[in-house]
């Protein structure tokens, strides 16, 4: 395992981290004071956003499985996050011992924890990088020795391109990516949408995200498309998370006590229906849309 340049001793601590924030949704402790009050403000624009948090995790898993029975065994994985419950290389090395995973983040704490959990693990490593600049990334000694670009690839760029406003450098590393991989790759993509959002709360949102390291901007349904142009797109198409081959119950309503307390909270302040009610509710609006694409 390759010792990552940074260190968690880097970590900024003067604005809250996309990353840490990210993990106190999803109920980890790899995060500030900072982190937790950034997310609770935004919890109370989006009362259930710890759930989508959640749901698209299952999503991430749902779609690593899927990807390991069309007989992929190599991943990059880009905004890999810190680690938590499901990481892709548990996922993937549970199904195939042999698999291999690059992770590659920007984010000090999510490298630091990566490189301490992926101690002792040969076929995974950690690559500290910015995804604004993919050249980097596919150039890296470490990517470029665990991964043999020759041969098929699941690239997995989940919940990381709505932290890349720029449109120049969102679509750039989605080209990049496809660029340099062999054909029968697999590309996955998760992505915020303001779909469904009233514009007022979206404003709000992306003004509280303009205080974190990591400034993001949701996309329409259409600039999200645009990232899948000229590839086949697997069924069922570009959906809410939820709906891309759910396996069951938990990846429709994935259980948690924060986001049971924050529904509570919700039904309590806001609409007072039922519990699973509101879930679909939501669940039809505002959520992260994503697909699995097969590039020929
Ligand atoms: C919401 S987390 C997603 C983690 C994981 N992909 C998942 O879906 O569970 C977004 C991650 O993207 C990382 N990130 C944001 N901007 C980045 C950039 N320019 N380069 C590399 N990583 C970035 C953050 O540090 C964070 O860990």
């Not at 000229?230 to 939820?242: A, K, N, R, S, Y």
């Amino acid at each position: 395992m390759d010792v990552p340049t940074g260190e968690a001793a880097d970590a900024p601590l003067d604005k809250p981290s996309v990353a840490r924030m990210y993990d106190y949704y999803l109920g980890g402790f790899h995060n500030f004071a900072i982190d937790r009050q950034a997310a609770d403000t935004v919890a109370t624009l989006h009362p259930d956003v710890a759930l989508v948090m959640r749901a698209n995790r299952a999503f991430l898993r749902r779609a690593v499985h899927f990807l390991i029975v069309q007989g992929i065994d190599q991943f990059l994985d880009i905004g890999s996050g810190i680690p938590t419950v499901g990481n892709v290389h548990e996922v993937a090395q549970r199904e195939n011992p042999a698999a291999r995973v690059v992770y590659v983040d920007s984010d000090p704490v999510a490298v630091a924890h990566s490189a301490a959990i992926l101690q002792g693990n040969d076929a995974a490593a950690i690559v500290q990088a910015d995804a604004r600049r993919p050249e980097q990334i596919l150039s890296d000694p470490v990517v470029r020795r665990m991964l043999d670009f020759d041969r098929p690839l699941g690239v997995l760029i989940v919940a990381l391109l709505h932290f890349i406003p720029d449109d120049g450098e969102a679509y750039g590393l989605v080209r990049a990516v496809r660029d340099a991989v062999a054909p029968g790759s697999y590309l996955v993509i998760g992505h915020g949408t303001m779909e469904g959002l009233p514009p007022e709360r979206y404003a709000q949102m992306e003004r509280l995200y303009a205080q974190t390291t990591n400034p993001g901007r949701f996309r329409s349904r259409a600039a999200v498309e645009r990232f899948f142009e000229e590839l086949t797109v697997l069924e069922p198409g570009i959906v809410h998370v939820p709906l891309w081959r759910p396996e069951g119950a938990d990846d429709l309503f994935p259980p948690s006590t924060r986001t049971v307390h924050q529904l509570r909270r919700c039904r309590l302040q806001t609409v007072g229906v039922a519990f699973p009610h509101l879930l679909l509710t939501h669940w039809q609006g505002p959520l992260c849309i994503a697909s699995t694409i097969f590039l020929i």
